[in-house]
């Protein structure tokens, strides 16, 4: 999921891991890792929390740089 702005991007796995990247060179800039799989997340349009959530549920992670 591309940040609101276009400046990140967020992304989910089956390695149970949500991760924020920076496109313009690829450097990883942020992981959290939970307890399942994940399916899908989401930016906030309004404050830079990233919704995402799997086979363990719904988490929030709040981004900042």
Same mark, same amino acid.
């Given at each position: 999921?591309?940040?609101? /702005? =276009?400046?990140?991007?967020?992304?989910? =796995? /089956? /390695? $149970?891991?949500?991760?924020?990247?920076?496109?313009?060179? =690829?450097?990883?800039?942020?992981?959290?890792?939970?307890?399942?799989?994940? @399916?899908?997340?989401?930016?906030?349009?309004? /404050?830079? $929390?990233?919704?995402?959530?799997?086979?363990? =549920?719904?988490?929030?992670?709040? @981004?900042?740089?």
């Amino acid at each position: 999921a591309w940040s609101p /702005d =276009g400046a990140r991007l967020a992304t989910a =796995g /089956d /390695d $149970r891991t949500l991760r924020v990247w920076s496109p313009t060179n =690829g450097e990883c800039k942020a992981t959290m890792r939970v307890e399942a799989q994940l @399916y899908h997340c989401a930016w906030s349009p309004i /404050d830079g $929390r990233i919704a995402f959530g799997g086979a363990g =549920g719904i988490y929030v992670f709040a @981004y900042c740089e």
